[in-house]
């Protein structure tokens, strides 16, 4: 089984048509050393080349070629060399390196040129170090797995460093995870010891030479790859950094095949599905606050944050564990102080901050890096320290005015090695910090003015306002208006019983009883003057009987006459009976009086049919 995989694997993986032109034949590389690190998802490969000049010319530049099979992965390429003698002294200083396109090279191949700090004489050499980093260099074979089995991956190579120059020694070192191994390519004195595969010192190699090799290796390493993400820095001049990131994730691994059982998940070991992702950490500055993880769903309260001076980690969950083909989409967002991201130079403020994500180990094939400003930012300019896309966008948000600006980074193909400080450049007016104030506060004035305005055109929403104390203020006086009513009606029947008393005096003679009716009268006349003084008093001055006070006053004034021309009838019939005067005397003495007295009568009763429709 082992023999025919690697077998299957022994395809030739790219093949070189045509060797070195003489041109390039100058340099040699005197010694490599290179070592390929495969314990993770992502392939770094770290060479230590020494090159050697047997030409006459001066040369300035160094070659660096990689098959198009492997170019199409790089996603990063360092080159540096260390200055100074002895160990602890050294310091590592890097070397421009740009993708150029030599002419009589075989086109499978891609170049990049690193340029040397100074020119290599006759006989010179020079060491520097090359970091190549690929993204998706490790295939899952086979590319379906059950949950119970172990992921198992392919790597191809050469086993000599592929040069356009000839190689005098090298060697290759393949390290794996710890797992097991299943097959790899043997050459003679290759070696496995401790997870880590040597090929070489292979020696005299002409440009260009080139042997396959192919590990086959288990790898539990889960292999995260964000197909998308999303990253958004909005600087706040108000203290504040807020930070969203939008995530599109797959599980980059062998697809999972017969289905995932929980319950084996759970509880079986072997079953685990150790390939799985099953959580994730942000590795977040520190002072970082306001965490928070959400998906579609809504918030995800399975995550946990632990914090120190130097880092905070935020530990994702997802809501099921993902294997290989599975995706999942979720939001982080978190606040960081702004005094820690943004300074100050020659006029001009900047934010500094690391571009990459906050995951450790992973790939992102699409990276948006948008840095939001703060509204009327001029002359912005971004520093990155890699190549990547860049445009200009608006955003709008509450209170904006003309919108804030957005400067946008973009760059494929990203892992953690990009995760440097990039800066944005801007300058700003600290007037435009006060026009947020400034809306804020003249928005609040307006409302308030439109407050006080509306209070005073409705007349019934409160208490304590005029209208409604005017109101209150009328009910009052219709109340009292009544009250005298009331007064008057009594006093009116107390005019009858009056006249009912001289009818029954004509009839029965009994003076006695109409004296003492008079008497009552007398009594409940003054005691009703008495109640009708104080409501009197009251409309008379209140600014709302204004309108029937004449009418009440002139009730009582034609009432007060009335009970007058009463009272003398009342003596005249009652004095007259007493003197026996004749009765025709009698009714002619008063006649002139029950006129007048009828007429009252009638005036009384229609100014109180007039009151009472107030
Ligand atoms: C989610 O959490 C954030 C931060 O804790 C909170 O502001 C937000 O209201 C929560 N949303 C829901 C839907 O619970
Ligand atoms: C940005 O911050 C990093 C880390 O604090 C620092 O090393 C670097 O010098 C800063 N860059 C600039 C331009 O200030």
């Known amino acids: 089984m082992a023999a025919s995989t690697s077998l299957r694997f022994a395809f030739v993986l790219f093949w070189i048509s045509v060797l070195a032109s003489t041109a390039l034949s100058d340099l040699v590389i005197s010694k490599i050393d290179r070592r390929v690190d495969l314990t993770s998802q992502i392939v770094r490969v770290v060479s230590t080349l020494k090159v050697e000049n047997r030409g006459h010319d001066t040369v300035s530049e160094v070659l660096l070629p990689f098959p198009d099979i492997q170019a199409k992965n790089m996603a990063y390429l360092k080159s540096s060399y260390h200055e100074g003698k002895g160990k602890g002294k050294q310091s590592a200083i890097s070397l421009p390196v ?54 198992l991956v392919v790597y191809q190579d050469s086993a000599y460093y592929i040069s356009p120059y000839e190689v005098k020694v090298q060697t290759l070192a393949v390290r794996l995870p710890s797992g097991r191994v299943e097959s790899y390519t043997k050459y003679p004195s290759t ?41 958004e820095i909005e600087i706040s001049h108000w203290g504040n950094v807020q930070i969203t990131e939008h995530y599109n994730l797959v599980h980059g691994g062998a697809h999972i095949k017969g289905g995932f059982s929980r319950i084996d998940y759970q509880s079986r070991p072997p079953m685990r599905g150790e390939s799985s992702i099953r959580h994730l950490i942000a590795r977040l500055p520190p002072r970082a606050h306001s965490v928070y993880y959400r998906d579609e769903i809504g918030n995800i309260s399975t995550s946990h944050l632990w914090a120190n001076s130097k880092m905070t980690h935020f530990e994702i969950e997802p809501r099921y564990p993902l294997f290989g083909g599975w995706r999942t989409s979720f939001t982080i967002g978190y606040g960081l102080p702004l005094r820690d991201f943004l300074f100050e130079s020659d006029g001009k403020r900047f934010l500094n901050t690391t571009f990459g994500c906050p995951i450790n180990e992973i ?213 007259s009976f007493e003197k026996k005067h004749a009765k025709r005397d009698v009714e002619n003495r008063v006649a002139s009086i029950e006129q007048k007295l009828a007429i009252l009568r009638q005036e009384v009763d229609e100014l109180l049919d007039t009151i009472d429709d107030f």
């Open 191 to 231: 070696k496995l010891v401790d997870s880590e595969i040597k090929y070489g010192p292979f020696e005299n190699l002409p440009p260009f030479s080139y042997i396959p090799i192919a590990v086959h290796f288990e790898s539990s390493y889960p292999f995260v790859v964000v197909q998308e993400l999303e990253r």
């Open 363 to 575: 790939i992102i094939d699409h990276l948006i890096v948008k840095v939001v400003l703060p509204e009327g930012s001029k002359e912005i300019s971004a520093t990155v320290p890699f190549i990547t896309n860049q445009w200009q966008e608006v955003k709008y948000s509450h209170l904006d005015i003309v919108g804030r600006p957005v400067i946008v980074l973009e760059k494929t193909n990203v892992v953690p090695e990009h995760n440097m400080h990039f800066q944005v450049y801007y300058k700003f007016n600290n007037l435009a910090l006060l026009m947020e104030p400034f809306l804020l506060i003249s928005g609040f004035f307006f409302l308030f003015i439109a407050c006080i305005v509306y209070m005073h055109t409705d007349m019934s929403i409160s208490k304590s306002s005029a209208s409604y104390l005017a109101k209150q203020q009328l009910d009052e006086v219709r109340a009292t208006v009544q009250q005298v009513q009331n007064i008057i009606n009594r006093v009116l029947s107390v005019h009858n019983k009056l006249e009912t008393s001289l009818r029954d005096l004509s009839r029965t003679g009994d003076v006695q009883s109409c004296k003492a009716v008079r008497k009552a009268a007398d009594g409940l006349f003054k005691d009703l003057a008495k109640e009708l003084k104080p409501l009197l008093g009251f409309l008379q001055s209140s600014p709302q009987a204004s309108q029937i006070w004449p009418k009440v006053e002139e009730l009582v004034a034609k009432e007060k006459e009335m009970q007058e021309k009463l009272m003398a009838k009342h003596s005249t019939v009652v004095d």
């Open 98 to 151: 740009t993708l150029v396109h030599p002419e009589g090279m075989p086109p499978e191949l891609t170049f990049y040129s690193v340029s040397l700090p100074r020119g290599l004489g006759k006989g010179d050499s020079f060491t520097l170090d090359v970091l190549t980093v690929f993204a998706h260099s490790l295939k899952p074979f086979p590319a379906e797995i059950t949950q119970a089995d172990a992921q």
